[in-house]
């Protein structure tokens, strides 16, 4: 029996991953198992001490180590499948160097996901795509598209990144509790935004964009919104497929919190983990969509994971080139891109740093995602080939990208990170090389 590190990792095909953390399914605690890899799959798993494997067969001590069901991204951006700044393989890559295995891609596109021939679906170089379809034509607002053409071609459901008129609203949510009382119901994700009272703002409004002269997003942009959609949801029985796309501020929190029945609701990960006091004005990580709040905002989401109003976590990754990022921060396109820096900064911030429980977090990046797709929750057991191996104390420095192709809007360029997915069975060969 071969004894080996982490790192260097054994390149066997059978490998046994000794008194690894393991996390199964929705609200059950992780436990210790010893685990067999067998290629890209779990072979077997036991009580640690009780497998036995033959001496040709390495063993990794894996106490720091855990294993769990690859992460479910909600809610991501792909502009063109084959475009210069990204497109579909640099995308794979990416989501499977950070652990997860299937990404959902918004309506907004050239073209835009509002004809069936712009979905893109299916698994590709190892990662399953899904995509939502545009609630409105063009994602205008103005118009409903063919919703019955979208979903039948495989739409996940419709989406639209800002509250769409009252009685587009109206008529959409009666016609999606029509389809669920049919059995053919579908999720609506809807972003609580409103471009007109946003009036350019890129920055919360607050101390913070006053000191940096940022153009000012008011509060009134989100929760003006929200109430719109909440007070759309009571007034048509049976829509229940309603979900709250990025919420972002304490105000909408509070909201939420006197809210009942509660409402699937999505958060964009960089809000847990920064807000507006910790960056300068030329920092790579204030424009994103929606605009970020100060500490009280970053605070108040971060209560609102841990009391369960927050339904999962998405990536919103958007990748821009070197050129638009040199663009002054309120004309510089919003997004960031990456989804490796995500399981190992909410991990800092949320279980180390909150005391969330592991399985919790795993609610939020995972089974949480698959509920707000509409989605059954997928378990870990023998036999499966959609994993990750995280550790949580392995270091890298994130990559300081120039100009060229693929996205250079990463946040923490050169910085250090703890943490890194260092295998998956999605990837080939298995083990994943630091960035």
Known sequence: MVTADVEPLPAAEQLLLRNVWVVVAPHQPPRRRDVLLDGDRIGD???????????????VPAADLWLGPCLVDPYSHLEEAHGLVEDLPRLAVEALRGGYGTVALSPQATPWRDQPQGLITGCHHGLELLSWGSFTAGGAGQDFSNHGAL??????????????????????LQWQSDAHHRGQG???????RDPQLQAGGVAREGADALRLGLPMDPVASELLPLGQLLQAAELVDGATGLRLLNVSTAAAVACLQQHRPTMDAAVHWWHLVEDTSGLTKLADSWRVQPSLGGRRDRQALQQAVRQG????????????????????????PSGLAGHAHVLPLLWKELVEGLGLPVEHLW???????????????????????????????????????????????????GRIVQGRVVASGLTPGRWLAKP
Do not use: Y
């Open 45 to 59: 798993w036991s009580t640690p001490g009780a497998l036995t494997v033959g001496d040709a067969t390495p063993v």
């Open 151 to 172: 979903l039948a071609a495989g739409a996940v459901g419709l989406a639209e990144e800002a509250c769409p008129g009252h009685e587009l609203l109206f008529h959409g």
């Open 186 to 192: 579908s999720p609506l994700a809807v972003a609580p």
């Open 309 to 332: 109003l927050i339904t999962c976590i998405t990536v919103n990754h958007r990748a821009i080139d070197h050129h638009q990022r040199l663009l002054p921060v309120e004309e510089r």
């Open 363 to 413: 609610w939020l990046l995972c089974w949480g995602a698959q509920q707000f797709l509409g989605h059954p929750p997928e378990i870990l057991k023998p036999g499966s080939s959609r994993w990750l191996l995280f550790s949580p104390n392995d270091p890298w420095t994130m990559p300081c990208h120039g100009p060229g192709r693929g996205g250079v809007n990463r946040p923490w360029q």
